[in-house]
């Protein structure tokens, strides 16, 4: 037998369910907070990753999936959205008129070669958002309250935003020379990662999941001691705005983000457990780095299977596993007629209903309609159906009602 790939899994039954659901929701923000959607391609010039996410962070170093295609070029299978999504503003020359907000989302697969565990795939699906061309804080709160505001509405009450500010290009500078200072003399005390990440990535020391409670990371220079005053007045009026916006936030110096092209304000969405769900940051070097206009942006990533797990956790399996409005009971051939053409009827006035397909007796449908929780049923027989009549019962209060053939699909309409 052939299996799926390490790291992979197909999606399916309930997991399935929460998936559509989550997109339905994620549609529904995305109208109501005028974002476009973008899809760029599933892989990529290797370079691209490597001039954007960083060559010193973890995804660049140890979790791409690179190869070479037969044209002998360097590709690679996107490790995460945004790279792809600047790429295509700056090629598309998005930006041509000045005033406007670039306002994109995605919801795609992403691939990183990373020992899988729950929670954790080498083939994933992440939505995300970016915006471009404003450095307005107020952007940084809509965009920072979306992502909340959405795992709310999903169901995710308990998360919480863990929120700082890595100030402006200069403040990242001094604060990287700073670290690399106080971790030089100690260095041999971290693990074989931070021993690297000193001389790639001095910052993503702090983030490290072998080291965190390591002293030595407890007692680093922080970085608030290296922000501009012009990045404190940003940080601040952010806070004012998500307090007015009525976000659950909590400053937590420690995020820093693995990737490279962070400035200003990063955040990741956390629940009690400590599991990020989610995460983001403005960058407003990025485009230009990448070759493009001065155009600042901002945005982040939610991780879809780890909103799935935890929403498993809260869902009632039965409820949402098994649903319909209506289910039509038929026997013979004439009543088999009626039963896919009333149901076409309701199906297509957005009443979610199901009929006999297998050729059950009424005793077995009944059963069926019972564990698909019908809050109706419609009984068909063939003596009613020559008088022009159909049974209707409704499954929770038990009554029965006949109705005439020609108003069925009205009738419906207004009890459901
Ligand atoms: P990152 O781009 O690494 O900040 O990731 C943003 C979010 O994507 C994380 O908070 C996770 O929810 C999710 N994520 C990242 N890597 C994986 C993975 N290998 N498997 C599943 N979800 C992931």
Redesign the pocket.
Known sequence: MITKPKGTYDLMGLDAKISNYINHEIENFMINYNYEFIRTPVFEATELFHRTVGDGTDIVTKETYDFKDRGDRDITLRP?GTAGVVRSVIENKLYGNKNDLIKLYYNETMY?Y?RPQS????E?T?FGVEVFNSDDVLIDAEVISLGFNLLNSLGLEDVLVKLNTLGDAKSRTDYSAALVNYFKPHIHELCEDCQKRINTNPLRILDCKVDKDNDILKNAPKISEFISDESKDRFNKLKSYLDNLEIDYEIDESIV???DYYDECVW?YKLDDDV????GGRYNALVKNLGGPELPGIGF???I??IILKLKEKIDEQKINNFVDVYIMSVSEEEKIYAIKIAQDLRLNNVITEINGANLSLKSQFKIADNLNAKFLIILNNEDLQKGLITVKDNITKEEEKVDESVIVDYILGVI
């Open positions: 995460e990183r990373e929670g954790r795939f080498r994933f992440q983000r693995g990737l990741e990020a769900l989610g995460g990533a939610l991780g299977e780890r």
